[in-house]
């Protein structure tokens, strides 16, 4: 199997707070793990790359410092939105790379966090 | 920038009717996946299709990858109110752990 999970499923912080959401893969390792942001009605953004023991990559736009990632392990990354705002509420999604069957790699995506910021 | 596009963008149709979703790049890809997701949850891969020209099935669902890996399609066959949800393509470049995703199909089927 493949499973990821990710926690919390919902969380509601005031403006101006942190908040910390953690992506694990529970029945296998993987160096590299993603996270997106998802709005209503709209397809996944990939945020950053996170691989074990490094630093992650981020994409355009998506500041580091607000956004602060840290993969401590192979089955453990975790991603901290730093001073809220309500902009930020969002449905955010990691994911884990696990090499396919067929070659390639496959995505397995936990089931998201509910982020909303009052 | 690799780009995935993705039609049609919504689809509405009743029970028991046959689709197709279309995933088209001038990109080539070494692999692409298909997801569905349902509201509030995660995508669940569907299939991941690697080799140019490949077909695969998966009960009523069959996915093609094109001969040149740029293109791939989903067709549902007799369509149930259960395949209601977003279809996403997503594509991996070669040397490439990262996906780039199409922008979805939101399926609706109506009993």
């Known amino acids: 199997g493949a499973v990821v999970s990710q926690h919390p499923s919902r969380v509601i912080c005031k403006s101006g707070t942190s908040v910390k959401i953690e992506c694990r893969s529970l029945?296998?390792?993987?160096?590299?793990m993603f996270w997106y942001r998802q709005f209503p009605k709209q397809s996944l953004m990939l945020m950053a790359t996170s691989n074990e023991g490094s630093k992650a990559t981020y994409e355009q736009g998506v500041e580091k410092d607000k956004f602060l990632i840290n993969h401590a392990s192979l089955t453990l990354s975790t991603l901290t939105v730093t001073s809220a705002h309500p902009e930020d509420s969002s449905f955010y999604i990691c994911?884990?790379?696990?090499?396919?069957?067929?070659?390639?790699?496959?995505?397995?995506f936990g089931p998201g966090t509910r982020l909303t910021v009052t | 920038t690799q780009l995935l596009e993705q039609s049609p963008q919504f689809l509405s149709i009743q029970e028991g009717e046959n689709l197709t979703v279309y995933c088209n790049s001038s990109?080539?890809?070494?692999?692409l996946q298909w997801y569905r997701q349902e509201p509030g949850e995660g995508p669940v891969l569907l299939v991941t299709?690697?080799?140019?020209?490949e077909v695969k099935k998966l009960k009523r669902l069959t996915f093609q990858f094109g001969d040149a890996r740029k293109d791939s399609s989903l067709h549902i066959t007799a369509a149930q109110p259960g395949d209601t949800g977003l279809y996403l393509c997503?594509?991996?470049?070669?040397?490439?752990?990262?996906?780039?995703f199409g922008k979805g199909t939101k399926l609706s089927v109506i009993p």
């Open positions: 299709v690697v080799t140019g020209g």
């Open positions: 029945d296998f390792q993987a160096t590299t």
């Open positions: 997503a594509g991996v470049g070669a040397g490439s752990y990262q996906l780039t």
């Open positions: 990109s080539v890809f070494s692999s």
């Open positions: 994911s884990a790379t696990k090499p396919g069957l067929a070659g390639g790699s496959e995505q397995y």
